[in-house]
Structure formats: C-alpha cells, structure tokens
DNA sequence: TTCCTATATAAGAACTATTCTTATTTGGAG
DNA sequence: CTCCAAATAAGAATAGTTCTTATATAGGAA
C-alpha cells in the first residue's frame, strides 16, 4: 500500500493547526504526532497500531491520550471513525469522498473512488436526515487469497 | 419498528433446521430460541440485547451461549454482523438484499431497498474478489432529531 | 427405547478494547 | 515570565467478547 503524499500530509497538518486556532484546542506534541501518524498513512491503522508507532517516538505517550486524541480529531472531522471489522475502530483521515474496499479476511480497509457519485436514494426522509453516503463492497483481498 | 410477519420467521426456521441439517449441526433448544430472537425483529440487535430476550425465556442461558451461536448463525450465512456503531456488533436476519441507515447519534439501523441495485464498482478488482456490495447512508433518525 | 459420544452448554474467569480517575504537566494568553 | 485551564501519564475500571472446564444433550447406533 503507497504512502500518502509528502505534500498531502502537509496540507493535513495545516488543517490541524487551523482546527485547532479555530476550536481553542492546544496544538500539543502528541496531537501532533498521532495525527500525523494517522495523515500519513492510507491504511486506515486502529488505536493500537497508532499507539505504537507513536510511542517509538514518544515512548511515554498513553493509550488514552491516543484514544483521546483521536476522538478530538473525529470531533473536528479530521479523521473518520470506519466501520470496525473485529471490535477495534479503524481511523482515516483522507477527507475526499470516498468508499471502502473491506477484506473480511484480515480487515484490511482499501479506498477507492466512484466516477459518478450515487444520490441519498429517495425515501430515506421517511427514516431520517441523511448526513453522509458510502459504498462497502466486502470480499477477500488478494493477499488473503494468496494465503 | 414494525415486527417481521410470522410466515417470515417461519421460514427463516425453517432455513435453520435446514442449514443444521446440511452442515451437521445439532439443532439445539439455544439455537433455536436465539434465531427466533433475531429472526422475529428488525431491530438488528445486539448481543446483549439478545441475551436478555433469551434469557425470559431460557433462564439458565449463558454469554458465551449467545456469543457462539450468533457466530455460528453468521457462519451458516441465516445472520449478517452488521457495521458497529459504538463497540458492539448488531446482527441482522433479513438475507433480502438490502441496505442500512445508521442514526449516528443513537446508533439504530434501519432497512432500506434500492430500486435499482448498484453494481459492483469497475476497478475493485485491483483491490480484490468482491463479495457483495452495501451502501450505507449515515444520519440522524427522527426520533433522535425530535430528542 | 436405551446407550454412546462428539458436540454444545453453563458458569465464571480471562482477555481485549476503550474510558475513567487523579495527580502532574504544559500551551499559550497576558 | 507567570498563570491556569486544558491536556497528559499512569494505571485502575468498565464493557464487550472469548476462553476454560466440567457437565449436559442431540442424534446416530444398537
């Protein structure tokens, strides 16, 4: 899986230090690094694999700190919360709409784009405000096929 | 939320004694009531949720019950685990092709049909075999928008 | 029907993901 | 630099799910 560009997650970083302007929060060191732990990468990581990455480099980081984080970032709808697979809540922060590829396998969560995008189907006012559409398509990657 | 039609629960019975029949399971008085449970709802409940219902009924019934026999029902293909909201997993025992409105703010799944199925997107083979297809439209439901 | 045994179960301990508590630290305004 | 509301670290607590082990039972065989 290719990494986000350098100067995509630049922009990414931007946004955070607005958010954070904008909504009074702190620009600390440990927002800073989980987010752009999860701004680099497009493999939609769980709280726990951000957790240790960030922790090699700030071996004192908590979990909770990046529980925390990472519900401040959905809040300031920096990052999404995905679909979990097995329990454990994925993060992405690619903010261009988009849809999920999810391997029902391994987990493993894959974007991809629509050239046209579908409209809030009729008939959804009878249960709600629609808010948002996305596409899942399931199915086993082709890693997992390979074993 | 209405209830599913008893001629429907009775032939989504009837697909589990068929199914245990076909795999070798034993059709057990737990299976059975648990099925009911989610086959006579459209509410996609959760485990919990089950498990107390079960448990009116089937006093002496256990967790672990619930928890292995709802996998074993997913496995047999008779429920679907349906996108958590909050940490815990919801089933569905609607096999219609059909798709979900998830309230964002209390985490109720409601049913919905397209009159036109999508197809499965061009492109998804790069990432792999596509197994199905489930768009889901993320919003806020009357009851909680009226709070 | 009764017997047999692999499969399923109850009970509760264990495990895993997440959130809470409390004492301490710190970003950033003034 | 000083101050303090906001954020953090550490680890306890909670919630959801799975595992362990002793017991029970579905369903085939006799």
Chains 1, 2 share one sequence.
Do not use: W
Not at 78 to 94: F, I, K, Q, S, W
Not at 126 to 144: D, F, K, M, W
């Amino acid at each position: 899986m290719k990494a986000v560009a350098p100067s995509e997650v630049e922009q990414r970083l931007e946004y955070l230090r607005l958010a954070c302007r904008n909504t009074g929060m702190r620009m600390t060191h440990q927002r800073m690094e989980i987010f752009h732990e999860v701004a680099q990468c497009n493999e939609h990581p769980d709280a726990e694999t951000i957790f240790k990455r960030v922790r090699e480099r700030m071996p004192t980081v908590s979990h909770d700190t990046v529980y925390r984080t990472l519900a401040s970032l959905e809040e300031m709808g920096l990052v999404r919360r995905v679909e979990t697979v097995a329990g454990r809540a994925r993060y992405d922060a690619n903010g261009d709409t988009h849809h999920h590829f999810v391997c029902t396998r391994c987990g493993q969560i894959s974007d991809f784009y629509l050239e046209q995008e579908p409209s809030i189907p009729k008939g959804i006012e009878e249960l709600g405000r629609a808010e948002s559409l996305q596409v899942q398509v399931r199915g086993i990657c082709h890693n997992c096929k390979n074993n």
